[in-house]
């Protein structure tokens, strides 16, 4: 009895002084560094001015610690899409959003891929994703169902539905079958 009373009264007094913690749930903390913030998995939903939708996503993003407006992304990736459902996807290794333009500076194996079948790569480009608009100035290569290309730059309007090569572009392309023909 000694021990027994004791320790019991310990018990109870260390039972009521936890009681608290107990009845409510812990309270969640966040710490973050007081430099800069990141986010990973970040993803962007919106409408343009004609309810056309267009979307960023990203495996991580960091705001620049010089230029407020800019976010830093590691492998962005932008769809923009017509109400009608067509639809063109750029993505990259590196890209660079400016939160009040809009505009996308997209770096290292950009790729862009169209619902018809037609992709082409360069190595950097920019899009106005508000838009639907995509340029670039360096060497592109793509390919799709008529055939191959190979260009000095490209200029996409009008959510990927019109795309313009530029200076030197040569194709190799493919005669399409006219309905009812059959090949000897």
Do not use: C
Request: charged letters at 25%; proline letters at 7%.
């Amino acid at each position: 009895m000694k021990f027994v009373l004791p320790a019991a009264a310990l018990a109870m007094v260390a039972l009521l002084a936890a009681w608290p913690s107990l009845n409510s749930p812990p309270t969640p903390r966040v710490s973050a560094d007081a430099g800069q913030s990141e986010m990973l998995k970040p993803r962007y939903f919106s409408l343009d001015e004609h309810n056309q939708p267009f979307s960023l996503v990203a495996a991580k993003a960091d705001k620049s610690a010089d230029q407020p407006d800019i976010v830093l992304l590691d492998d962005p990736q932008a769809e923009m899409t017509e109400s009608t459902g067509t639809w063109v996807t750029m993505r990259s290794d590196k890209g660079w959003y400016n939160q009040s333009t809009g505009i996308l500076l997209m770096r290292g194996n950009v790729h862009v891929l169209r619902d018809d079948g037609n992709e082409f790569t360069t190595s950097e480009a920019e899009a106005d994703i508000r838009k639907g608009n995509a340029w670039g100035e360096q060497a592109v290569t793509g390919q799709g169902p008529q055939g191959e290309i190979n260009a000095k730059g490209f200029r996409m309007t009008d959510r990927g539905k019109n795309v313009v090569f530029l200076n030197q572009s040569k194709a190799e392309v493919q005669a399409a079958e006219r309905p009812g023909s059959k090949k000897p």
